[in-house]
Structures are given as C-alpha cells and as structure tokens.
C-alpha cells in the first residue's frame, strides 16, 4: 500500500543553522506531495506542496523538491529561525483515494536561540 | 483557502460518556475527513464524511465507537461514543474540493478521557 517514511527527530538545531527532514514514500502512482506544519497546541497549516515529478513547493523559506527517481520529497531550509519550532509531516495523496492524506510519523523540530 | 471552525476545542470526559464534535466550513467542499492524532504520534484517517449517506470507515474504525454525520456541504459532526482513556486524543477536520489536491485542517479537538 501507499507509505510515507519520515526521519526520526527531534531535530535540535542553533539558529541560522541548515535543515533538512528526509521523507520517502511509497506509492502505486503518482502522488501528491506535501508538508504540513504543527506548531504547539494548534493543529496543521500547509506548509508547501509539489503534484507532480521535479515540482518544487515553496514557502517562507521552506522548500521541497519532488524527486520521482528516489521517491523523495525532503524538505529543507537554509536559515532556521526559533519560530520555525514545531512538528514537521509529510504526507501524500493519491487522486484514486479521494485525496485522503496518509502522513508521515512526524519530525520535531527545535531551534535554539 | 477554507475557515474551519471545530467545536470544542477541548475537552474533559468522564470514561463511558460519549462527546460530540462539530466542525464548521465557511464554504461549500465536496470533501470532509475526520483524524486522529494520538499522544505525540501521527495523523491515522478515521473515516470520510459524505454528504447526505454514511460515512466510509478506515480499517480499525466503526461506526458504533464513532458515528459521522454530515447533513450538508459546510458542516459535519463525529462523535466518540462509550469513552476509554484509549480514546484521549486531538481529533481533527478536514476539508478539500475534488479537483484541489490541497487538504485545510481545522484547529482540533484535544479530548482527555478519565
């Protein structure tokens, strides 16, 4: 069946510092992709996503890139912030699922200042 | 993008009651999907309200432990019936059109059974 497969965290970093958060999937087709963000104690904003093969998806300095040839879509950022701190999923959605999304298990993420 | 509205946000139960959650669109979608979000783990899918007939269960859910309604486009009701401390859980809305692959979630449902 269709899986998506996220790094382990937490993910502590110093801010400015680099990031990136693998996902992997598994999918008979051709997904769509995307990251959602949690921040403490709200529930999920889209952060970005991509719908087909070498998209990429952007947003406030986030990006993600999806890579058919290795079934990825890590995400990355150059310069963390201490607000970027929250729960990082990637999840996708097949269009012959009724756009039902299966997530990843989820990556903390925790920048310190 | 489409406002959510989920009621409550929290809540407090007694083990063996059932609570109600509603959520509110401010706009008609063609889909809605109710999830759970166990204590610091994954989104897992309950069910997909339809508007107008029953709703489609994940494996591992039924409707007798949580009914869905959905009598219209805007608006949508899941209830956790006969509640266990398993139960406890953020419980979360979903929405999206078909032909719009993005899905909006509301703020969620933070339910502690006792």
């Known amino acids: 069946g269709n899986s998506v497969t996220q790094m382990e965290g937490p993910v502590t970093l110093s801010e400015e510092a680099f990031l990136t958060i693998n996902c992997t999937y598994t999918?008979?087709?051709?997904?769509?992709l995307f990251w959602y963000v949690q921040y403490p104690g709200e529930g999920l904003q889209l952060l970005l996503k991509a719908t087909k093969a070498d998209d990429k998806g952007s947003n406030k300095g986030f990006e993600a890139t999806y890579r058919k040839e290795t079934t990825s879509f890590h995400l990355e950022k150059g310069s963390v912030q201490v607000s970027d701190s929250a729960v990082y999923f990637c999840?996708?959605?097949?269009?012959?699922?009724?756009?039902?999304?299966?997530f990843g298990s989820g990556t903390r993420l925790l920048v310190r200042p | 993008s489409a406002v959510i509205s989920q009621k409550p946000s929290r809540d407090i139960c007694q083990r063996g009651t059932s609570l109600t959650i509603q959520c509110q669109v401010d706009?008609?979608?063609?889909?809605m999907f109710w999830y759970r979000q166990q204590p610091g783990q994954s989104l897992t899918l309950i069910a997909t309200a339809n508007q107008g007939s029953e709703a489609t269960y994940e494996s591992g859910f039924v409707i007798d432990k949580f009914p869905i309604s959905r009598p219209n486009l805007t608006f949508s009701t899941l209830t956790v019936s006969n509640m266990s401390p398993e139960d406890s859980s953020i419980y979360l809305c979903?929405?999206?059109?078909?032909?719009?692959?993005?899905?909006?979630f509301g703020q969620g449902t933070r339910l502690t059974v006792v």
């Open positions: 706009s008609q979608v063609t889909m």
């Open positions: 979903s929405v999206s059109d078909r032909g719009n692959t993005e899905a909006f």
């Open positions: 999840a996708l959605s097949m269009v012959d699922s009724s756009y039902k999304l299966i």
């Open positions: 999918a008979t087709g051709y997904p769509s």
